[in-house]
């Protein structure tokens, strides 16, 4: 038994040390999935790294892929690869385009290409996210993970809290990754941003982008300290919430945790507290 375990496990922790995987990383894809490396075939191994090599021009873009979901090198990419991303180019996406697809979800181009189809179809028809619109790419990526009951039920969240079917099929169009977001998520989002602030479907579906962040780590946080600055006066610039969620981590903590460290200490604490 343990000959066998070593005969499939050998090849393959070669070939991703080669790469430049750490210890830590293949004791990672282990944990995660040790049936891959005691019972896959070996041969696809190094075959779909020198296939995705090719395919992508460097090493850090086949780790990328590999770490994002290494079940991808159980296929054999050089057969099943090749037609979906014939078929993707047909549609109109470009190389960078379908690079993009392989990164946030490398097992997309591993389907039969009739499956990818019917998802390229539900985007289009269903969903009128049209080729050529920003949002076509990522309408892809979105309803690639979900199963259509999946999307009802997250459709009657959003009717739980008022939202209409329109205003509903709006926010599929304009961010089709807001549906990427758990149940749970969606619906502890929708309570705060209604509930708490206040605020109508009309304006969320305007600003799509409050239901794609993290909740407690950017929102709430962010909302939090806002409110402590305002309260004591600290500054007269006045800007939205919405452009403050927007601004990049650095942004947000030069503007608004560091200047006010001295005055306000709570304010530096809560920001490490909540990004530890």
Known sequence: MLCDVNKHLKPKIEVLQELGFSGSDLV?????????FTTRV???????????RKLLGNDDSVVKIIKRNHMVLTYALHEVMPPNISFLQNIGLSCMDI????????GLLVQKTEWLEDIVSRVEKKYHIYRGCPMFLYGIYALASLKESTLEKKFGIFRSFGWSDSDIFTLVQKHPACFSQSEDKLKNALSFFMKELGYESNYLVSHPAFLTYSLEKRIMLRHN???????KELTKCSRSFY??????????????????????????????????
């Not at 696809?44 to 020198?50: K, Q």
């Not at 300290?225 to 309260?231: F, H, P, S």
């Open 42 to 52: 070996d041969c696809y191994t190094r075959a779909n790294v020198d296939y995705l």
């Open 225 to 231: 300290i806002l409110k402590l600055v305002n309260q």
């Open 28 to 36: 990672q894809i282990i944990s995660n999935s040790g049936k891959f």
């Open 99 to 106: 690079e993009k697809l392989m990164f946030w979800n490398p």
């Open 243 to 276: 452009t403050v969620v927007l601004w990049s981590e650095l942004k947000f903590l030069e503007s608004y945790v560091l200047p006010f460290k001295d005055e306000i200490p709570e304010v530096y604490d809560l920001y490490v507290k909540c990004r530890s």
